[in-house]
């Protein structure tokens, strides 16, 4: 359960997290190269601009790997290497767990050296590739000067956006728009959607998996292209690896030259733990069954278990909630799991516990039954993905409102004192 609350808080703004956060040391650097690096891109045909893609992690925020730009000098007598990283941030922003979950977390474009970003990968285990982006002298001059207007104070920060606007479209935005002519991206990949792509990343990370699917909407579920697609760090290394570069005068030569391996992931892959979300649910379906039978031969009725499934259903019905009323966060307005994940039943707890008390059978079992019945209409009819969990979880529900209904009496004291 804490695993599975952390992917609830965590999930739907930072699965793309890079593995650096910013620093005081970084930002005071970032004003200084921005004065700097401007000027030395006057000898372009010295500067090398590449793309920089990180193999994921096991940490949720891991998931997708992450991307950030290269800009490296070689003269005689002289050497500079930066990475310049639209993936920063910093968790001692002001309100920052309240901005975290209502989507309006900031993000800021950093620059670190080449080492130091090296030698971060290199601790964790995960692997590092780079495309040498195929630039003119003056597309190159271009996109280092973008790149340092951008490092100033007033251009530095940005709404981060989990899908459409994050370290991975910020870097390939500005090496689109410091081209001369315009791209061309080949083929159109396969369409898919966002939830697949998810899926794709996270399916050694069940739990991470079951969090996000909690949370994310029928957007998550849209056949999206493309320009939609690069929002992971290794579909955009493979876009950008294949397209080329239509000149004004119609030439064409490769965006990026062949990929180069600087760093092999040394991390074993992760495999998904035995306790997997279809096993712990599936275990407390058959508990729940196995008690329900139980209590049949006794003549008594578990209303404390009743009052606990009811809980968990709240508790997740509070996030599911917030989030889609409350929360910028895209594609999670448009959950339809909201009907059977609402508050609804927290309020339905302290009735159902009075009537236990009483010994008589309580109303708030028909409305239980309501709600797993809208509910069940809206996962078989409706446009989004439910996850086997969730199944697992209504049918653990209805076997208890079942029962509910159809006890007829019940001692005057809880089962649980019984």
């Known amino acids: ?109 950093g620059i670190v050296p080449y080492s130091l970003f090296y030698d971060t990968y290199v601790r964790e285990g995960r692997g590092l590739t780079e495309l040498r982006l195929n630039l003119t002298p003056d597309e190159t001059r271009r996109l280092v000067n973008r790149l340092s207007t951008n490092l100033l104070p007033e251009n530095a920060t940005y709404r981060y956006d989990f899908f459409y606007d994050n370290c991975v479209t910020r870097a390939i935005d500005v090496v689109a728009k410091s081209i001369d002519g315009r791209i061309d991206w080949g083929r159109e990949p396969e369409p898919c959607t966002l939830r697949q792509i998810i899926h794709h990343y996270s399916a050694a990370s069940p739990w991470d998996e079951l969090g996000q699917d909690l949370l994310l909407g029928a957007e998550a579920d849209k056949m999206v292209g493309r320009a939609t697609q690069e929002f992971a760090p290794l579909y955009a290394e493979s876009f950008v690896g294949q397209a080329t570069i239509v000149a004004p005068d119609g030439s064409r030569r490769p965006l990026a030259l062949p990929a180069i391996t600087l760093l092999p992931a040394t991390r074993p892959a992760e495999t998904a733990a035995w306790y997997s979300p279809l096993v712990v649910f599936g275990g407390l379906l058959l508990l729940v069954v196995g008690a329900s039978v139980a209590e049949r031969r006794k003549r008594t009725h578990y209303y404390a278990l009743d009052a606990l499934l009811l809980l968990g259903q709240g508790i997740v019905g509070l996030f599911v909630s917030f989030l889609f009323f409350f929360s910028d966060h895209p594609a999670v307005d448009s959950n339809w799991l909201i009907v059977l994940f609402n508050p609804l039943p927290l309020i339905l707890v302290p009735w159902l516990l009075k009537d236990s008390s009483l010994g008589r ?15 069940v209409c809206v996962f078989v009819v409706g446009p989004q993905y439910v996850p086997a969990a969730v199944w697992l979880y209504t049918l653990t529900l209805a076997v208890r409102t079942a029962v509910g209904l159809r006890c007829h009496h019940t001692d005057n004291r809880p089962a649980a004192a019984q």
Not at 370 to 375: E, K, P, T
């Open 361 to 375: 059978r309580s109303w708030t079992y028909k409305v239980e039954a309501l709600l797993l019945a809208a509910s």
């Open 1 to 109: 359960m804490q695993r599975l609350l952390f992917s609830l808080f965590i999930c739907c703004a930072a699965t793309m997290l890079p593995a650096q956060v910013t620093t005081d040391v970084a930002t005071a650097t970032a004003l200084e190269k921005a004065d700097t690096i401007a000027p030395q891109a006057a000898r372009a045909d010295s500067v090398v601009v590449s793309l920089l893609t990180v193999s994921p992690g096991p940490r949720i925020y891991e998931l997708y790997g992450h991307t950030a730009l290269r800009v490296r000098e070689v003269l005689p007598g002289r050497f500079s290497d930066w990475v310049f990283n639209y993936g920063t941030f910093s968790f001692d922003q002001p309100n920052f767990v309240w901005r975290f979950l209502r989507g309006e977390t900031n993000y800021e474009l």
